[in-house]
């Protein structure tokens, strides 16, 4: 029975998909070994389409936009029913734009807005690209089709596929629009339906300089759950911002430098960042110096580290 066991399970390792095997070496940020298991899928197989997506995602994890883009496009012709893929074509063009010259940007705000509305015509239940449009309508010219209206015309849409999430995104419209009880409101009802949202409300708070009711907001999610550490890392931004609780702000980044983050948690870069801040403002520029140059050694574009770092070494 046991050599029966050991073949089929060799059988299924053996039978996983090229594509699976460097699926796998990505999410454990492999990106060597997944681009060489990637790069060896022929145009001629039926993986090829799939194989240029996680190259895409390996390049844009890599900060290498251009790349990561040329490979998302390849991989929308190839297979072009894959909503996930237009959506990561958007947000590579809208990466790059963030640091291009006006005249790319205009070339490129149309082909980012085009590859979300594909996303979303493929898979109606695509939040994410769903969000990004959202942005798009923020941040665009009228003469490109910005409006919030139209935004608010799509967050109004998700609020019926997540009603937490929708009225999360009316918050950070009202937000845009300066109209801050408005969007206090739609942050406040975005956690009565899902108190996992209370993080947005408390970061709501922290940006309002309400710093009290963000400390609170916080400590009660840690009071529910002591490894929480988003809220851990968010205690130590909050202190680092406003000057309050340094001790325990400090406390709780030292905390998250011992937690390996997820990829949709604060960086040890940001946590370094933060943590200089608090040193910054107990007066301990030495320190500062060297938590700030920390956290650019592990992320070279943080500004308010660049910034810090030209502080504290004067």
Same mark, same amino acid.
Request: charged residues 30%; aromatic residues 10%; glycine residues 6%.
């Given at each position: ?71 998302f496009?390849?991989?929308? /012709? $190839?297979?072009? +029913?894959?909503? @996930?893929?237009?959506?990561w ?6 990466t790059? #734009?963030? *640091? ?44 490109m ?28 419209i ?14 406040q ?30 400590? /009660? $999610?840690?009071? +529910?759950?002591? @490894? ?11 202190a #680092?911002? *406003? ?7 400090e406390?709780c ?24 801040q ?13 938590l ?8 070279g ?14």
């Open positions: 029975m046991k050599v029966i066991i050991f073949f089929l399970i060799s059988c299924s390792v053996w039978a996983q998909s090229n594509v699976e095997k460097a699926k796998t070496y990505y999410e454990a940020r492999k990106y060597d070994e997944a681009e060489k298991l990637l790069k060896g899928i022929s145009e001629k197989s039926a993986e090829y389409g799939a194989a240029q997506y996680y190259l895409g995602r390996v390049s844009f994890d890599k900060k290498e936009y251009d790349d990561a883009a040329e490979y496009e390849e991989a929308t /012709e $190839a297979d072009p +029913k894959q909503a @996930d893929y237009f959506d074509l958007g947000n590579t063009y809208g790059i #734009a963030q *640091s291009a010259n006006m005249f790319k940007q205009g070339i490129l705000a149309p082909k980012m807005k085009r590859a979300w509305e594909k996303a979303i015509e493929l898979d109606a239940k695509n939040l994410n690209a769903r969000t990004s449009l959202i942005q798009y309508y923020l941040q665009a010219p009228g003469f089709g910005g409006s919030v209206d139209k935004a608010k015309e799509v967050a109004k849409q998700i609020v019926s596929l997540n009603a937490a999430e929708g009225h999360r995104q009316l918050g950070a009202y937000v845009h629009e300066k109209k801050i009880a408005e969007a206090e409101k739609e942050f009802e975005a956690v009565k339906i899902n108190a996992d949202y209370v993080s947005v409300l408390a970061n709501f708070y922290t940006n309002q300089k309400q710093y009290d009711k963000a400390f609170a907001m916080f400590e /009660e $999610a840690l009071k +529910k759950n002591q @490894d929480d550490y988003v809220s851990v890392y968010q205690v130590g931004k909050t #680092a911002l *406003s000057g309050q609780r340094l001790d325990r702000g406390e980044l030292k905390k998250y430098l011992t937690h390996t983050p997820a990829q949709n948690e604060p960086t040890h870069a940001g946590a370094n960042m933060r943590l200089a608090i040193k910054e403002k107990r007066g301990n520029k030495a320190e500062a110096k060297r700030f140059e920390t956290a650019l050694r592990l992320d574009n943080l500004k308010e580290a660049k910034e810090g770092l030209e502080r504290v070494s004067k």
